[in-house]
C-alpha cells in the first residue's frame, strides 16, 4: 500500500468517524416527527358532528415510552350537544395531548389563558391550566379559577366538571360575593346557535 491510499482511507475513516459521532449526538426524541401547519380535525359520531379542532401548529413527538402532540401556538376546541348545537368552546395558549405506549394513560392538557364557555348555559370559566380525562369525561384543574354566569360571579382554587362544562364545581372558593340587579324584560338569546327569524320576501 503506497503512501498516498494509506492517507486517502484514513482521511474516509477519520471523516466517516466524524459525522456518525455528530449523527449519535442528536436527540430524536425532542425532534417532531410530524409537523402539521393549519390544523383542522372534525370527530364525529354516527354521522353526528362531535367536536372540531383548529390549531396554528400541532408536532407530534415519538419515543419508546409514548407519543404526544404539542400545540405551541394555541389550540381552538369547538365541542357540540346531542342535539347538534355548538354548546362549548375552549381556547388556550398551550396544549399537549399525551398517550402512554406501556399502559392505558391518555389525556389532555391546556394552559396559558384558558377559557372555557358553556354557551347554552351562558357560563364562561377561565384558568391557567385545565386537563382534560377522556376516558371519564371530565375536565379539571387545582389552579386559581375563576366563573362568570349571567347571575353571579365565583373564583377560588380546584375545579371538576363534566367534559362539556355543563356542572362545573368549584372546590375552593373565597370572595365569592356579588350582588346583580336582573331586568325582568331581558330576553336571553344563544347568539351563536340561533339563525333567527325567516324574513319575508318582497
Known amino acids: 500500500m503506497t ?5 486517502a482511507v484514513a482521511f474516509v475513516v477519520y471523516s466517516c468517524s466524524g459525522k456518525l459521532s455528530e449523527a449519535e ?7 417532531p416527527v410530524q409537523t402539521v401547519d393549519s390544523l383542522f380535525m372534525v370527530q364525529t359520531n354516527n354521522g353526528r358532528l362531535k367536536m372540531r379542532v383548529e390549531a396554528d ?14 400545540f405551541p401556538k394555541g389550540l381552538h376546541v369547538f365541542a357540540y350537544s346531542e342535539e347538534d348545537m355548538l354548546e362549548t368552546v375552549l381556547h388556550s395558549n398551550n396544549a399537549k395531548h399525551y398517550k402512554s405506549k406501556k399502559k392505558k394513560e391518555e ?4 394552559f396559558g389563558n384558558v377559557t372555557v364557555q358553556n354557551i347554552m348555559k351562558q357560563q364562561t370559566l377561565e384558568t391557567d391550566t385545565l386537563y382534560w380525562d377522556q376516558s371519564a ?14 347571575d353571579d360571579f365565583m373564583q377560588g382554587y380546584g375545579m ?14 373565597f370572595n365569592s360575593y ?3 340587579i336582573q331586568d325582568t324584560a331581558r330576553v336571553v338569546i344563544d347568539s351563536v346557535n340561533f339563525i333567527g327569524p325567516l324574513l319575508k320576501k318582497r
Do not use: H, K, Q
Not at 58 to 63: A, Q
Not at 137 to 150: K, N, P, S
Open 25 to 31: 449526538a442528536l436527540d430524536l426524541g425532542d425532534t
Open 3 to 7: 503512501i498516498a491510499t494509506a492517507l
Open 160 to 173: 371538576r366538571s363534566d367534559e362539556m362544562a355543563r356542572n362545573a364545581i368549584l372546590y375552593r372558593p
Open 107 to 110: 389525556y389532555w392538557s391546556a
Open 137 to 150: 369525561g371530565e375536565i379539571y384543574t387545582d389552579c386559581y379559577v375563576r366563573m362568570f354566569t349571567i
Open 57 to 70: 401548529v400541532m408536532e407530534r413527538y415519538d419515543n419508546d415510552s409514548c407519543s404526544y402532540e404539542l
Open 178 to 180: 356579588v350582588y346583580v
